[in-house]
């Protein structure tokens, strides 16, 4: 069973906006004094916080799908609904958070910072907040918004001051255990570190973090052994250790080799990075420090011997250890110190982002109407976030509401629009995108006005059922019309012929 897990995939789901309540204050002697409906509660938002207590992924792989609470209802007598809490998801330090096709949405690096990952739905407007001079006591209330729903990346990146590379079996794991309180698993076969381990190390005044990165192999850049998928956990680190094994049991390797084949898989995988590093030193331009392990037996000294004429010219500096024997690791702790203490003090100053206020450009359009093909015959499409809003505010079963969100569209130029787009009386119109979108025939009539409010709460005259006749209808009416017409005048020709306009006295019967 997996106990450490750097990379998940998260979904995550903001409460829902409580609906707000369409109420009516009844008092004695005064049974309708007038809206008390509340607005509803804004529901949760989803936020990721870096926790120091939490060092893995590994909560969010066994369960992947998160969702905080909705807001409350509102209610009579002017009772808001109660806001949603937060769902609070900590995650550890160096976290990056990203969408599902790679966009970088936030780097989490420091101990409190936060991230909303998807915020809550506001809540509907209760009828006390809807009323008007025209409208004073509205029989419906705006529903709540749903929450934001998004599909979230979440991959760790070690923070660590210096992180200790090499072969499997090269040592790293016991000189980690050596050098700090870290425990890792150490076994005498390659592979045996399959997960980042993380050690604090003191040197005198000096503190800093060590991380042991699982064994690299050649071709690990590409996917081999367990390079590519633990790489990630050096992007962060200020000094690169070099841990060679000079009693490597294979005939094919020494520790020069060795040195080479990691480089190699190091600017490979650099070479790969984003270019969005920020201030940070490109990776194989950063202090390294090699180290020459297992030199405490002697086919390990004389080998060390060997190579260290060789790996001098790389201008690192070279140290002689022994993690079973703790040879040379208070020197090499000191010079890790000193290398740390030099590249945090090269590091700029953190600034604190200006705050930016960005306000919304009036007079430009705040939707479109797209003109689509929907079920085989033309649609008209109005995208925007208004008007979907909108659409999710409304209780479509409320005659009154749907004809106060018909007052918004038109207030916006949206008929105004759909006119322009081609649209006529009885085209198809769409708002929203996707599956959830609201799908209407558009009547041009559902215009607003003071005049048309008049009737009993709940319903919109303007929704009453009004039949309208076709063109074959119409005509047909037209030749009623016309033959009952022509019978009335035969009628009364038939009379005048007979005299009976100019003799009152003639009877009927006598003719």
């Not at 204050?25 to 309708?32: M, Q, T, Y």
């Not at 592979?191 to 060590?210: Q, S």
């Not at 207030?411 to 006119?419: D, M």
């Amino acid at each position: 069973m997996a106990t450490f897990v750097d990379r998940v995939q998260l979904h995550v789901i903001a409460g829902a906006g409580g609906n707000g309540a369409a109420s009516i204050r009844r008092e004695k002697f005064k049974p309708l004094a007038g809206p008390d409906g509340a607005d509803g509660g804004r529901g949760g938002d989803v936020i990721l916080e870096v926790d120091p207590s939490t060092t893995t992924l590994l909560a969010y792989h066994h369960k992947p799908h998160r969702k905080a609470t909705s807001g409350g209802f509102g209610k009579g007598d002017m009772r808001a609904g109660a806001r949603g809490e937060d769902l609070i998801l900590p995650v550890p330090d160096g976290t990056v958070v990203a969408t599902a096709d790679g966009q970088v949405l936030a780097d989490l690096v420091g101990v409190g910072t936060r991230f909303v990952a998807a915020q809550g739905g506001q809540g509907g407007l209760g009828n006390a907040a809807l009323s008007s001079r025209q409208r004073k006591a509205p029989g419906f209330a705006l529903l709540g918004e749903p929450g934001e729903e998004r599909d979230l990346v979440l991959e760790l990146k070690t923070v660590a001051d210096v992180a200790l590379v090499g072969y499997p079996s090269a040592g790293k794991s016991s000189l980690i255990a050596a050098m700090s309180s870290a425990r890792p698993k150490i076994a005498d076969y390659p592979f045996t570190t399959l997960v980042p381990n993380l050690g604090v190390v003191e040197a005198g005044e000096h503190r800093y973090t060590i991380a042991d990165v699982p064994g690299l192999i050649p071709g690990a850049s590409q996917g081999k052994g367990l390079g590519l998928e633990f790489l990630r956990h050096i992007e962060r680190c200020h000094v690169i250790v070099h841990v060679l094994d000079t009693a490597a049991l294979e005939s094919d390797r020494d520790p020069v080799s060795d040195l080479e084949t990691i480089e190699n898989e190091l600017a490979t995988y650099a070479a790969g990075l984003d270019e969005g590093a920020g201030d940070r030193v490109p990776l194989m331009e950063r202090p390294t420090v090699i180290v020459l392990n297992k030199t405490d037996v002697p086919d390990g000294a004389d080998m060390a011997d060997l190579v260290r004429e060789r790996l001098g010219d790389r201008g690192a500096p070279i140290l002689d250890i022994s993690a079973v024997s703790h040879k040379g690791l208070r020197e090499l702790s000191f010079v890790l110190a000193s290398l740390v203490e030099e590249a945090r003090a090269s590091l700029p100053e953190p600034e604190e982002a200006p705050i930016v206020l960005t306000p919304r450009a009036r007079g430009g359009r705040e939707f479109e109407v797209v003109k689509e093909q929907f079920e085989g015959d033309n649609a008209f499409r109005v995208v925007g976030d208004k008007p979907e809003r909108w659409v999710k505010q409304t209780d479509f079963a409320n005659d009154e509401a749907v004809g106060y969100l018909a007052d918004r569209l038109a207030k916006v130029g949206v008929e105004e629009a759909l006119y322009k787009a081609g649209a006529v009386s009885g085209s198809t119109v769409i708002i929203g995108p996707g599956q959830d979108a609201v799908v209407f025939d558009w009547e041009p009539t559902m215009v607003g006005g003071a005049e048309l409010l008049l009737g009993a709460r709940g319903a919109d005259r303007r929704l009453e059922d009004h039949h309208r006749p076709t063109r074959e209808q119409k005509r047909e009416e037209q030749r009623e019309r016309t033959a009952s017409r022509m019978q009335r005048i035969e009628a009364m020709e038939k009379e005048r012929r007979a005299g009976h306009w100019a003799d009152p006295t003639i009877s009927d019967e006598e003719n």
